[in-house]
């Protein structure tokens, strides 16, 4: 707050306390654009979140701290060959006009660290998506990263391990994203693009469902189950996953007793079943019987495709999702031709429906 830049001859109206360090990321695939920052504060020290770009456009997140950035201005060695001897470039002074024109020819030249800030610990890497900024949250012991994406949506990261919990979708697909905004006290995240502003409300932890697993499985801090819910760590700060592998406690919806509706198709038609994909970190397969066959994936979930509808294709299909060893079926259907085998009109019948209809005519 001091530095009100040098003498009249040299560095004048400029800082002349201004010195540089690098941030490493990554060893193999070295990020070095910097493309936003967070910080996260704690009792103790505060936390840097930095989002990186490299050559071949991976994302990463390396995480500093405070005090080992400032241990390195303070007592690393510079990166040159002559450094003054009567003041360390970069320490306070009361005026800052005064300071030698040893000094000042010194900081004139950007002096930098010979040491690096090195990462708490390695990358955390995103090799297949491009992020553009960076809000961090606390909840619950846990570090939530939020990263906006190129295609105009955000993604909720668990830091530790690294998992996606969600992806939202504030604008349409395509819609750049301006700028973040986190308010951690009311949980909410504000997205702008270039015409408009979203809310995006982190505690939405219905869409989990009503079941314990699912709740379990989201990882999502800002959420827990209440025995009979999935619902805000905010309203509930009960959460009880012990039961969750007692069949009572999570029955599956399609598991209720309910027969399932038959639908009629069309013989010959083009027809497909639908399974939607509640957890894209789940396996989803399709069931016949006991044969297990693969799921054609879409944008609208997991598929099963009828190409010609025939007798072969009548029965009961199932769609079932597993993840980390809780299996649930999701969907199930049962399948029928739209017409009787009673009304199949075969040439024998038809020659006699056609000459009955001839003798009707005689005789009127």
């Given amino acids: 707050m001091n530095d009100r830049g040098g003498s009249k001859s040299q560095l004048q109206s400029s800082w002349t306390s201004m010195i540089y360090t690098r941030l490493f990321c990554g060893r193999g695939y070295e990020f070095t654009q910097m493309i936003d920052v967070a910080t996260l504060d704690s009792d103790n020290d505060s936390k840097i979140y930095v989002l990186f770009r490299n050559y071949w456009n991976m994302s990463a997140v390396c995480v500093y701290n405070m005090t080992e950035i400032s241990r390195i201005f303070s007592s690393s060695e510079f990166n040159a060959a002559k450094v003054?001897?009567?003041?360390?470039?970069?320490?306070?002074?009361?005026?800052?006009?005064?300071?030698?024109?040893e000094v000042l020819g010194f900081m004139k030249d950007r002096p930098e660290m010979k040491d690096w800030v090195m990462p708490e610990n390695g990358p955390l890497l995103f090799k297949h998506r491009h992020y553009t900024h960076i809000q961090v949250d606390r909840v619950r012991g846990h570090t939530v990263l939020l990263l906006s994406l190129e295609s105009g949506g955000v993604h909720k990261v668990l830091e530790e391990p690294v998992f996606v919990i969600a992806e939202y979708l504030?604008?349409?697909?395509?819609?750049?994203?301006t700028s973040m905004l986190l308010d951690a006290s009311e949980r909410r995240l504000y997205v702008s693009s270039s015409n408009e502003v979203a809310q995006i409300d982190l505690q939405r932890c219905h869409v989990y469902g009503d079941e314990c697993n699912e709740c379990r499985l989201s990882r999502d801090p800002y959420c827990v189950w209440d025995g009979l819910h999935c619902t805000s760590?905010?309203?509930?700060?009960?959460?009880?996953?012990?039961?969750?592998?007692?069949?009572?406690?999570?029955p599956s919806k399609t598991e209720n007793g309910l027969k399932t509706p038959v639908t009629r198709v069309p013989p010959s038609s083009k027809h497909f079943l639908l399974c939607p994909m509640t957890s894209h970190h789940a396996t989803y397969h399709w069931y016949r019987g006991k044969t297990r066959e693969e799921c054609v994936h879409s944008e609208l979930g997991c598929l099963y495709l009828i190409y010609s509808m025939n007798k072969t294709h009548e029965g009961e299909y199932s769609c079932e999702s597993s993840e980390e060893g809780y299996t649930r079926t999701v969907r199930q259907y049962k399948l029928s031709m739209s017409h009787s085998e009673a009304l199949r009109l075969t040439p024998a019948l038809l020659l006699m429906l056609t000459a009955s209809h001839v003798l009707l005519n005689i005789l009127h």
């Fill in 84 to 101: 003054p001897a009567n003041h360390r470039p970069g320490m306070c002074v009361s005026d800052s006009t005064r300071l030698s024109s």
């Fill in 170 to 177: 504030p604008f349409p697909r395509g819609t750049h994203i």
């Fill in 233 to 250: 760590s905010a309203k509930s700060p009960f959460q009880d996953f012990t039961n969750c592998n007692k069949p009572e406690a999570a």
